[in-house]
């Protein structure tokens, strides 16, 4: 997941606005609905800074933690991006979608959850995927494989091999119990983990299926969803000046 970049310097639109000059980190809390480029673009007509980018993917359906990189800033994408990862959500037992979320279309009808099917249970089953593990990308999502990204293939109906990729896991645990299907959870990562697939997995590996139902990214690195942002409220550049962090706070 490499930080994107956005440069823009002949829009006669953007002549008649305030334009950011300085640099640093604005942390955001990303809205559901929009992808991490769309939260660019957005904010590109804000503050209509020489260069902007993302220090982390998320995907549209999730919310939570996303740093905006500008100006200078945008040089230090990769630092940003190593930093782990904490997400909080909550996923359905009993279904599987083709997208690992509920956005797609459904795989199967509803299996049943077994009655012994425990919050004790499925942490055990969440052991098996702490630590140095192999997971293998989602069909929807960016990845590349011949030079295209694999949501191409995904959405053309083409069949490719993806292969799986060494992610490390620190904690994957569920917290509460909604109802019988239902179940909110809490992810610790490093970079490169897509916690949908690791709630797809577990649904495999229990045997009836599960998906996210919603996640919120609540940490990247080192920061937190507390000193998080509303886009919302972004409307001009002194709007995203005053949120700016320094570049010595990456």
Known sequence: MSAHLVQESDSKSFQRRESLNESG???VDKPEGLTSMDVIRVLR????????????TLDPFATGVLPILINKATGLSAKVMEGIKEYEGSLVLGVAYDTQDMTGTPLYDPKPVPLDVTMERLNE?????????????????????NGRPLYDYAR?????????RKVFVERFRLTEKIDER???????????????????????KLGIG???????????????IDEAVQLSTLKFASDVRAHLKPLNAI
């Open 25 to 27: 980190i604005l942390v």
């Open 45 to 56: 007509k804000v503050c209509n800074a020489r260069k902007i980018g993302h220090g982390g």
């Open 125 to 145: 089953l969440a052991k098996a995927f702490e630590g140095n593990i192999e997971q293998r990308p989602p069909m929807y999502s960016a990845v590349k494989k």
């Open 156 to 164: 053309a109906g083409e069949t490719v091999e993806v292969e799986t």
């Open 182 to 204: 239902t179940f909110k959870f809490y992810v610790r990562s490093a970079k490169g983990v897509y916690v949908r697939t690791l709630v797809h997995d577990l649904g495999e």
């Open 210 to 224: 599960a998906v996210v139902k919603s996640l919120t990214r609540t940490q990247a690195g080192r920061y937190h």
